[in-house]
């Protein structure tokens, strides 16, 4: 197995294929909650992002607005998933993507070059603001624009799905 890419080894990936960006490196955030602090630093849409699983084994990264409510009760339905969604363990997530949990990207397809995980992208983030993802681990931020964000997700084999993500019922948990 090819060992997954350093941030930098990322970083320069994008160089390479023409793609701009803008790195902050900052303190380690594991929690859209401690990302908060950031704001008004970066600008553009802050992420949130879940790896997920569905009964029969398939892989879903799911990014979204940080401030979206997702229903994950309901999530399998508009993903076309077998069954109700969990998270992935973090074994699964550090084999799959090579990130560890607080580090989970959409950047981190780069390492599934098995074609295993499905990256799904919360509509609400294609309005044309910029996107802002971790580079493979939390003490950084790469501000990319949405075409360039949608290229390289393209280039490394991972077609979006661009989907309107559930929200809860008022007064269930999301």
Request: hydrophobic residues 40%.
């Given at each position: 197995m090819t060992a997954p890419l350093t941030p930098d080894e990322l970083c320069s990936h994008?160089?390479?294929?023409?793609?701009?960006?803008?790195r902050l490196d900052h303190e380690a955030v594991f929690t859209v909650a401690e990302s908060k602090?950031?704001?008004?630093?970066?600008?553009?849409?802050?992420?949130?992002?879940?790896?997920?699983?569905?009964?029969?084994?398939?892989?879903?990264?799911?990014?979204?607005l940080e401030s979206t409510r997702i229903d994950l009760k309901r999530l399998h339905q508009t993903l076309g998933a077998s069954?109700?969604?969990?998270?992935?363990s973090a074994e699964l997530l550090e084999e799959k993507?090579?990130?560890?949990?607080?580090?989970?990207?959409?950047?981190?397809?780069?390492?599934?070059?098995?074609?295993d995980v499905t990256i799904v992208?919360?509509?609400?983030?294609?309005?044309g603001?910029?996107?802002?993802?971790?580079?493979?681990?939390?003490?950084a931020t790469l501000?990319?624009?949405?075409?360039?964000?949608?290229?390289?997700?393209?280039?490394?084999?991972?077609?979006p799905l661009i989907v309107d993500l559930p929200a809860p019922v008022d007064g269930q948990n999301d």
């Open positions: 994008l160089a390479t294929q023409g793609i701009p960006f803008h602090s950031l704001r008004g630093t970066i600008d553009g849409h802050h992420t949130k992002n879940l790896f997920l699983k569905d009964k029969k084994g398939r892989l879903f990264l799911v990014s979204a069954g109700r969604l969990s998270f992935g993507l090579g990130v560890t949990p607080g580090s989970v990207t959409a950047f981190a397809v780069i390492n599934d070059r098995a074609g992208l919360d509509a609400n983030l294609m309005s603001e910029a996107m802002n993802f971790h580079p493979l681990i939390n003490t501000r990319i624009a949405r075409d360039d964000m949608l290229g390289f997700l393209r280039s490394t084999g991972h077609e």
